[in-house]
């Protein structure tokens, strides 16, 4: 990892985040992103997935626990709810203060015993040496099934980035509106239809009405220019939304289908492309759902007799090179 390769950016999970990170836009999988973050930013991370774990019996939680590079060893648990049968949840481990930062065995784990419980009710941290801190990452989901990395602690990189979530949760770009009634990714820091900056921006809604339809054609707008790559005359495109989640079923050209899901990776789309075209849809829905914006946007729902959200999509014309 170097800086060359990360571009800086914020992401989010639908209301979870927005956090600052830098990640690399080209290293990605199903259109999933892997930040890295700051310990500044991964101690605001902790405290949201510790406040939704108060909620949600199973959501992943990460834990930065500080001390000093001198400090004496300590025992820590971290409780979480207890299992369905009533069997106590908890993960204890143990940290050589004097280790961290140059051995990765500096923290190890063993049960919530009596005895573990005990040393961790004794132990503090000591020292007036430089400060260390550690990052554990916990997914209760999988630490009952004995999952090897249902715990594990989050190495910094050498720059002192924390990679949280990669390719495991479903991190996406956060954006920004811009007054012209565009939709932006972060690190897009200018927009490319009426050149203004993200920051500042005015404070009246962005765009001729507030109804999200903006939004929606910029998605099917990006999510053409990913497609376009590979099938540089695709124009259209059917997809089922499930959830608020959109997946593509179909994509198409002047000439007819070139691509149905059926397809697969047998067709002219790879994962990723798909992959970030779902996304980018994905992205436009979470500002509205409403069937006015849809339909103002182009989004034409499909009559089925299966219940399903199903849409046909024309992809805008994408925008001239700046």
Request: hydrophobic share 35%; net charge negative.
């Amino acid at each position: 990892m170097s800086d060359r390769e990360l571009i800086k950016t914020r992401v989010r999970i639908d209301d979870f985040g927005p956090f600052d990170c830098k990640l690399d836009p080209d290293h990605t999988w199903n259109g999933l992103l892997s930040p890295y973050f700051t310990l500044d930013t991964t101690r605001e991370l902790s405290a949201q997935t510790l406040r939704r774990a108060e909620d949600h019996i199973n959501f992943d939680t990460v834990h930065v626990i500080d001390g000093f590079e001198d400090s004496r060893d300590t025992v820590h648990i971290i409780e979480g709810h207890p299992f369905r049968n009533g069997r106590p949840r908890a993960v204890a481990f143990s940290i050589r203060w004097r280790s961290v930062g140059r051995n990765q065995d500096a923290v190890s784990f063993a049960g919530a015993t009596p005895k573990s419980r005990k040393a961790a009710r004794r132990s503090k941290v000591t020292g007036r040496g430089a400060r260390r801190a550690v990052v554990i990452h916990i997914d209760w989901l999988h630490l009952y099934e004995g999952g090897e990395l249902a715990v594990q602690v989050v190495q910094p990189s050498p720059d002192g980035l924390y990679g949280i979530g990669g390719w495991e949760w479903a991190w996406d770009y956060d954006g920004w509106w811009c007054a012209c009634g565009t939709d932006w990714l972060w690190h897009e820091a200018t927009c490319k239809v009426c050149g203004r900056s993200r920051d500042p921006q005015p404070e009246e809604e962005p765009g001729d009405c507030d109804c999200g339809c903006g939004a929606l054609r910029e998605g099917a707008r990006k999510a053409g220019d990913i497609l376009r790559e590979l099938v540089p005359a695709a124009t259209a495109a059917g997809l089922i939304v499930e959830d608020g989640h959109p997946r593509l079923i179909s994509v198409a050209t002047d000439s007819g289908i070139v691509w149905t899901e059926d397809d697969q990776d047998r067709g002219p789309f790879d994962y990723e492309r798909i992959g970030g075209a779902d996304a980018a849809l994905h992205q436009a829905l979470r500002v509205s759902t409403d069937p006015e914006a849809l339909s103002a946007a182009g989004w034409i729902h499909l009559r089925n007799d299966q219940g399903i959200d199903a849409y046909a999509i024309e992809f805008p014309p994408p925008l001239p090179k700046q």
